[in-house]
């Protein structure tokens, strides 16, 4: 994970080597050899996404420097990416800050049993009834037809089934730590206050969506609320988008690893121009295309 941008340009690896210091190990080398169990470990996962998002970002302002953005959303951990692009808090900020809240949430998955799963072809209303008659939540509406579910792991199997006889097209345990965006990640709520509490979030300087509401954040006492409230609420990625639609953006970018954002950008509206930044491959196609 970022091993290209970091093998093929100089400015990305000066974006690993200041992580590494500011985090006090060796981040990038979990990144690039994993093993597969210790980048999977939320502790890891998080920081790895936000400095691989990060760096697409820089890269991307460094190769267009022209680029001019109206609004920043992330899904997720991806929102403490937007609020730095934002300059809500700085890059080091926001990489401890998912360093202690995937820390936080681990601690979290360690003391309770929780699961995912994946919801496809099946209405956010009858969704909601399977998790009612389940015991489970709805984690994430990321698109029409994609929904994840999340709580007890013995109560996935069930909800599972329910969703599939209630004409759900698959259904999908996730190979997750725990229950993300459920109840079962509450303990890690207070303790995130405490470092987020210790920060001088600034005003974005452009409108950043949040994944509680799925509109734009306001004051940065109340980005604070909402962050903390985003580790046990659903994450309203459709309606997200569908804020920024309603603006009139016309053009977006997902940066990171992966391209699953675009993947939901196909299922909300197919009429906008969705580019990415994952690789150095990407990342050439996307400055050409904004050129």
């Known amino acids: 994970m970022g091993k290209d941008f970091f093998d093929q340009l100089p400015g990305a690896r000066e974006w690993f080597e200041k992580a590494n210091t500011s985090l006090g190990y060796d981040l990038a080398a979990i990144c690039f050899n994993g093993p597969d169990s210790e980048l999977t470990k939320t502790e890891h996962a998080q920081p790895g996404i936000y400095l691989v998002s990060w760096i697409a970002f820089q890269l991307l302002r460094q190769r267009a420097p022209a680029l001019q953005y109206e609004a920043t959303a992330g899904l997720s951990l991806g929102e403490f990416t937007a609020l730095a692009a934002a300059g809500a808090v700085t890059f080091e900020e926001g990489l401890n800050l998912v360093r202690q809240r995937g820390r936080f949430m681990q601690e979290a998955c360690d003391v309770?049993?929780?699961?995912?799963?994946?919801?496809?072809?099946?209405?956010?209303?009858?969704?909601?009834?399977?998790?009612?008659?389940?015991?489970?939540?709805?984690?994430?509406?990321?698109?029409?037809?994609?929904?994840?579910?999340?709580?007890?792991?013995?109560?996935?199997?069930?909800?599972?089934?329910?969703?599939?006889?209630r004409g759900a097209r698959r259904?999908?345990?996730?190979?997750?730590?725990?229950?993300?965006?459920?109840?079962?990640?509450?303990?890690?709520?207070?303790?995130?206050?405490?470092?987020?509490?210790?920060?001088?979030?600034?005003?974005?300087?452009?409108?950043?969506?949040?994944?509680?509401?799925?509109?734009?954040?306001?004051?940065?006492?109340?980005?604070?609320?909402?962050?903390?409230?985003?580790v046990t609420s659903s994450v309203l990625w459709e309606a997200s988008i569908r804020s920024l639609l309603t603006q009139g953006?016309?053009?977006?970018?997902?940066?990171?690893?992966?391209?699953?954002?675009?993947?939901?950008?196909?299922?909300?509206?197919?009429?906008?121009?969705?580019?990415?930044?994952?690789?150095?491959?990407?990342?050439?196609?996307?400055?050409?295309?904004?050129?």
Do not use: W
């Open 112 to 165: 309770t049993r929780g699961g995912m799963a994946a919801v496809i072809g099946l209405d956010e209303t009858p969704t909601r009834e399977v998790c009612a008659e389940t015991g489970l939540v709805l984690a994430n509406l990321n698109c029409p037809g994609q929904l994840v579910i999340s709580g007890e792991a013995d109560r996935i199997e069930n909800a599972v089934d329910l969703a599939k006889s």
């Open 249 to 291: 953006v016309t053009r977006f970018i997902e940066l990171g690893p992966g391209t699953a954002l675009s993947g939901f950008m196909k299922r909300i509206d197919k009429s906008v121009e969705m580019l990415h930044v994952a690789d150095f491959a990407s990342l050439e196609t996307t400055v050409q295309a904004l050129q």
């Open 171 to 230: 259904a999908i345990p996730l190979p997750v730590a725990g229950a993300y965006h459920s109840p079962l990640m509450a303990s890690a709520q207070p303790k995130l206050q405490v470092e987020l509490d210790g920060l001088d979030i600034k005003t974005p300087s452009v409108p950043v969506i949040s994944n509680v509401t799925g509109s734009a954040h306001g004051t940065p006492e109340e980005i604070k609320s909402r962050m903390v409230e985003q």
